[in-house]
């Protein structure tokens, strides 16, 4: 096996702190069409359906456009002065013909408009269906670096009501619109039919009518745009406020987050306010145009067709064909401008980039010693402020490895970049001799076990958080991961054990309970080498530390162990001190070593021992 390394770094992630919508390479929004067309990718799966529906959408269209054909060829045929030379007979003969075709054709626009509504729904929702798995997909593969940029508000905003508003979208836009566009097509072609001379007058009316719908869309969209940016805005702010309501009431600054919430609250208001001023502006415009409409047909018919009343009674008809779609566009004017601002942030968000991939040909290791070396390692969450600085330095196997230092050097960020949370800018680590970034990430991670200061418990039995350490793991082996960490006596003594069910966050644990957990967790993971601890024990009393402290003496068996703390209970005894400070590796050695040196880390435990915070 071959020892071959990479060095490269990991791509920059943008710097907006907003989702904003896709602007491609010029700047601009893209336009409606970019993101029915990328809806439609989604459709694809279900292309058959669609053709399907397709069929039945152009034999609604041609049923309902044949209807007012058959009441021209009533009127002019039957019931017009000069039909009263046919004989009775022949008149309600005819008369009776065409009564049945339109009760056939009423039946049939019946039938193939049910039909069609079911099959587009069940079509929508499992586009819909698709597009939120995509999204959670993305936000799981989104860079660290990418997510400490945007809120977790935004985020939420993105994969639950844009998501909703674009269940608006694919019903009423991708589909009505569809439905409605063939519809207005339809009736366009029978007029022409009928009578080009008239349709010709007819046709005056619709560039008109397009040009005014467009200036109020577009301003109807930039509201839209700007009410979902307000409204991810106001969700951001509720949920931190929420989220801090404790230390808000603290601090005394609920007052003040209430001013801040107002503010938001009337941008939201008056975006919304400038959406529903320019849709109302809908209806208005088709009720003139239609009147217009109408005058010029009448105007045009006396001119060129007078004798034609059937012709003029079916233009009424279509008319009315074809400005109903438009009547129902407007109603939904604000759902599919609500949809495609939606769009353009879904989109957007599915844009970003995600975690670099794994390597084509990635290096396997059966087994880890656990020797850790970073090479003059270079890292910077924002290009302006180095966070470590040709950062150099060697673990060997097996060894209990303490980091110390002020906060603020670059502790927790080794454990960061050793987890590939974030890549290296240069430099490289390595693993065994082998560059991280050669494994993939989850090979890699199968042998890193981490533990936080603050654990993440997740809502379920505690069963089920300690299980997640192990796809299947029965409960004799939870419960034996549990006793190792001396987890196994505060969890009997709850009300249902190991089924005690712990709530949103573990609410009902304390700190230590947590790490604890956290910690049965890791061991049942069962990392071949590395166990790694940010500050575990920082935050709890002395008689949890002290149980912590004995369950890793108990599991740690040979494992590399890396330790970030700031009590000298902690690392005294580690085998390795490393002193950290401004980004660069200042100091190393055991705990005698480095006191009879009389340096940057004799100043840190005097004050540890003082109580100070390093």
């Not at 639950?160 to 009736?187: E, K, P």
């Not at 080009?196 to 009518?209: D, E, G, H, N, T």
């Not at 290791?365 to 890292?379: A, Y």
């Not at 790490?515 to 024990?537: G, H, K, N, S, Y």
Request: glycine content about 8%.
């Amino acid at each position: 096996m071959s020892k071959k390394s990479t060095r490269s770094g990991g791509a920059s992630a943008p710097t907006s702190n907003e989702i904003s919508g896709n602007r491609g390479g010029r700047g601009r929004p893209r336009s409606d069409r970019h993101y029915l067309k990328r809806m439609l990718h989604f459709a694809k799966p279900y292309r058959l359906g669609l053709v399907v529906g397709l069929i039945l959408l152009l034999l609604q269209v041609i049923s309902t456009n044949v209807m007012p054909l058959l009441i021209k060829k009533a009127i002019d045929g039957y019931l017009s002065p000069g039909a009263a030379e046919l004989p009775e007979a022949d008149r309600i003969a005819g008369l009776k013909q065409l009564a049945i075709w339109m009760g056939a054709m009423a039946g049939g626009m019946f039938v193939f408009r049910i039909s069609h509504a079911y099959l587009m729904t069940w079509v929508g929702q499992h586009v819909l269906r698709d597009l939120r798995m995509e999204v959670f997909r993305k936000v799981l593969s989104l860079p660290m670096r990418r997510i400490d940029q945007l809120r977790i508000g935004r985020l939420m905003t993105r994969a639950t009501s844009d998501l909703d508003a674009l269940q608006d979208l694919i019903r009423n836009g991708f589909i009505g619109l569809l439905a409605n566009m063939l519809l207005l097509v339809g009736a366009m072609i029978f007029i022409w039919l009928i009578e080009w001379r008239l349709a010709l007058a007819f046709y005056l009316v619709i560039p008109v009518l397009v040009g005014l719908l467009t200036f109020i869309n577009r301003r109807s969209r930039k509201a839209q745009r700007e009410a979902r940016s307000a409204v991810s805005m106001l969700n951001s702010s509720t949920q931190e406020s929420l989220s801090g309501l404790f230390t808000l009431r603290v601090f005394n600054q609920r007052d003040r987050m209430r001013e801040r919430l107002v503010t938001q609250s009337d941008e939201f208001r008056a975006a919304r306010t400038r959406v529903v001023d320019w849709n109302t502006w809908h209806f208005p415009i088709l009720e003139i145009t239609r009147a217009f409409a109408v005058g010029i047909l009448v105007l045009a018919c006396g001119w060129w067709a007078p004798a034609q009343t059937g012709s003029l009674v079916a233009f009424l008809y279509f008319i009315r064909y074809f400005f109903r779609p438009l009547e129902e566009l407007a109603e939904q004017s604000q759902q599919l401008q609500s949809g495609l601002a939606s769009a353009e942030r879904v989109f957007a968000l599915l844009d970003e980039e995600e975690i670099p991939p794994d390597p084509e040909q990635p290096q396997r290791l059966d087994h880890v010693e656990g020797q850790i070396e970073f090479k003059d390692v270079n890292f910077a969450y924002e290009e302006a402020h180095p966070v470590l600085r040709n950062l150099s330095l060697k673990i060997q196997p097996g060894q209990f490895v303490a980091v110390v230092g002020a906060t603020g050097a670059g502790k927790s960020t080794l454990l960061s970049l050793l987890n590939r949370f974030y890549d290296v800018e240069s430099g490289e680590i390595l693993l065994d001799g082998f560059n991280i970034q050669s494994f993939t990430l989850s090979d890699l991670r199968k042998h890193l076990g981490m533990v936080q200061q603050d654990p993440m418990l997740f809502s379920g039995t505690v069963a089920d958080n300690i299980g997640l350490g192990r796809e299947g793991a029965d409960q004799e082996a939870i419960e034996a991961a549990a006793c190792r960490v001396n987890a196994h006596r505060f969890i009997e003594k709850m009300e249902k054990g190991y089924q005690t069910d712990l709530g949103e966050g573990g609410y009902r644990l304390s700190t230590g309970q947590k790490q604890l957990i956290a910690l049965a967790r890791i061991l049942l993971q069962d990392p071949e080498v590395i166990l790694m601890l940010d500050e575990a024990t920082a935050s709890v009393d002395s008689e949890t530390e002290l149980l912590i402290q004995e369950g890793l003496e108990a599991v740690r068996n040979g494992r590399t162990c890396i330790a970030i703390a700031h009590r000298l209970s902690t690392i005294q005894h580690a085998d390795l001190i490393l002193v950290m400070r401004h980004g660069k590796l200042v100091e190393q050695g055991t705990h005698q070593q480095l006191l009879l040196s009389d340096g940057y880390y004799r100043s840190l435990v005097e004050a540890m021992r003082i109580g100070l915070k390093v």
